[in-house]
C-alpha cells in the first residue's frame, strides 16, 4: 500500500498549484470567460480524455488534483470545470456513438464547447427517477417538453446532456439522455440565478418546448438513460469532493498563514486555537485520502459509488466546517470588512447539496452497506 503521490502526480500537482496561483483570479460576479480559456490553453479542460479525442490522455486522479487545486483559488471555476469534465464531456466518451464522439468530443475536450449536465427539475431533485421531462417519440427523432433547474453553466454551455422520461410509469427504466445543442429552437434559457455563493457560476433554469432532436442525439439506448446519469454521477462526486477539498485548504491556509504571522509579531496562539487547527488539518488529510482513493477506483474501472459517496460527503461536510470553525482563531475586531473566510464559506455551502446532497450521499452508502436497493 502506497499512499503517497507517485512523483508524477506530486509534479502535477506542484504545476497546477503555480499555474492557479499565477493564473486564477477569483470571480466575483462574472461568469470566468478568461479562467477557462487559460486552462484550455494548458489542455485542462480535457485533461483526463484520451489524446485520440482532443485530450491530454492523464489519468483520473490528475484530473481531481486540478480541480482541487483550481478550487482553492477559485471555486467557481472549480465547479465549471468539474461539470464540464464529469458530466459534460464523460458522457460522449462513455456513452457516445462513433459519429457523435467525432462531432462533440474534440470541441469539449479542447475548451472549444463547454458542457452540461440537465437532470434536476423543480419536483425531482434528490429522487431524480421522478423527473418528468418528456421525450416523445416523432418522425424526426423524439420530442422533448419540460423544465431543468439549477443547471452549472445553464447559459454559458453550447452543449447539454439533458434526461428526459419517454413513459413515467417505466420509472428510471423509461428515461434517456440527449444531447442538446444551445441554439436547437425550443429551447429557452432563464437568467442565471441569485446564489449564496459561487457567484461566478452560471445557474440557469432550462425550459423544453416542442423541442425536436434527431434519433443520432439520443446518448446511448433508450431507456439507459439513469443508469447513465447515476455512473456519471459517481466520478461527477469524486471531483466535487476535490472541489470542497480545495475550498477547506483555501481556509485553513489563510487562517494558518495569519497565526503565523501573528506568531511572528510576538502573539499568542491559544491552545484551543492551535488544536482546531490540528482537527481540521487531520481531517483535511483523511478528506484527501477519501477523495484520492475514489479517483484510483474510478481509474481503474472499479465500482465506486460508496466510496465517491464518503469522499463527497465528508469533504463537503470539512469545506463548510473549516470555514466556520476557522473564523473563530481571527480576533473579533478582525470579524470586521470582506474577511477571506466569508467567500469560501458561501463558496463551500452548496458542495454538501449538488451533485446528490449529502442525505443523498448517507443514502448510497447506507445501501451499499447493506447490500441492498430496497428503499
Ligand atoms: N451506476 C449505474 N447504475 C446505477 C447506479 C450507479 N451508480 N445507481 C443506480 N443505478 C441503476 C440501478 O442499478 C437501477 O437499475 P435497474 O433498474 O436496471 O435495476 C436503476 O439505476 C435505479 O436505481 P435505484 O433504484 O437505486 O434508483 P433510486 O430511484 O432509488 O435513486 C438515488 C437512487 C441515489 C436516490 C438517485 O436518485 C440519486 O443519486 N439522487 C440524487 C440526484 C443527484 O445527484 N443529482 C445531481 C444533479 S447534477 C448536479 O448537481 C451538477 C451540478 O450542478 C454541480
Known sequence: ???????KHAAR??????????????????FPRENLRKMAGRGYMGLPIPREWGGQ?????????????????????????AVHTSVGTFPLLYYGSREQKERYLAGLARGELLGAFALSEAGAGSDAAALRTSARRVEEGYR???????????????????????????????????????????????????????HGSATTELQFADLIVGPDRLLGEEGK???????????????????????????LEATTAHLNSRLAQGDQVS????????????????????????ALLKEKG?????????????????????????????RPEEYAGEHPLYRYFCDAKVT?????????????ISRAILKTFHK
Open 1 to 7: 500500500m502506497d499512499f503517497c503521490l507517485s512523483p
Open 13 to 30: 500537482q506542484n504545476e497546477f498549484r503555480e499555474f492557479a496561483d499565477r493564473e486564477i483570479q477569483p470571480a466575483g460576479h462574472t
Open 57 to 81: 490522455g492523464e489519468d483520473f486522479l490528475t484530473y481531481i488534483l486540478l480541480i482541487e487545486e483550481i478550487s482553492r483559488v477559485c471555486a467557481s471555476t472549480g465547479v465549471i470545470l
Open 144 to 198: 422533448l417538453n419540460g423544465a431543468k433547474v439549477f443547471i452549472t453553466s445553464g447559459s454559458e454551455a453550447d452543449l447539454y446532456t439533458v434526461f428526459a422520461t419517454l413513459d413515467q410509469s417505466l420509472g428510471s427504466r423509461g428515461i434517456c439522455a440527449f444531447l442538446v445543442e444551445k441554439d436547437t429552437p425550443g429551447l429557452t434559457i432563464a437568467p442565471p440565478e441569485k446564489k449564496m455563493g459561487l
Open 225 to 251: 438513460g439513469f443508469a447513465i446519469a447515476m455512473s456519471l454521477l459517481d466520478g461527477g462526486r469524486i471531483g466535487i469532493a476535490a472541489q470542497a477539498l480545495g475550498l477547506a485548504r483555501a481556509s
Open 271 to 294: 491552545q484551543w486555537g492551535r488544536f482546531t487547527l490540528a482537527d481540521l488539518h487531520t481531517r483535511l488529510e483523511a478528506a484527501r485520502l477519501l477523495t484520492y482513493r475514489a
Open 302 to 330: 472499479q465500482p465506486c459509488s460508496r466510496e465517491a459517496a464518503m469522499a463527497k460527503c465528508f469533504a463537503a461536510d470539512l469545506a463548510v466546517e473549516a470555514a466556520t470553525r476557522c473564523i473563530d482563531l481571527w
Open 352 to 364: 454538501q447539496i449538488y451533485e446528490g446532497t449529502n442525505q443523498i450521499q448517507r443514502l448510497v
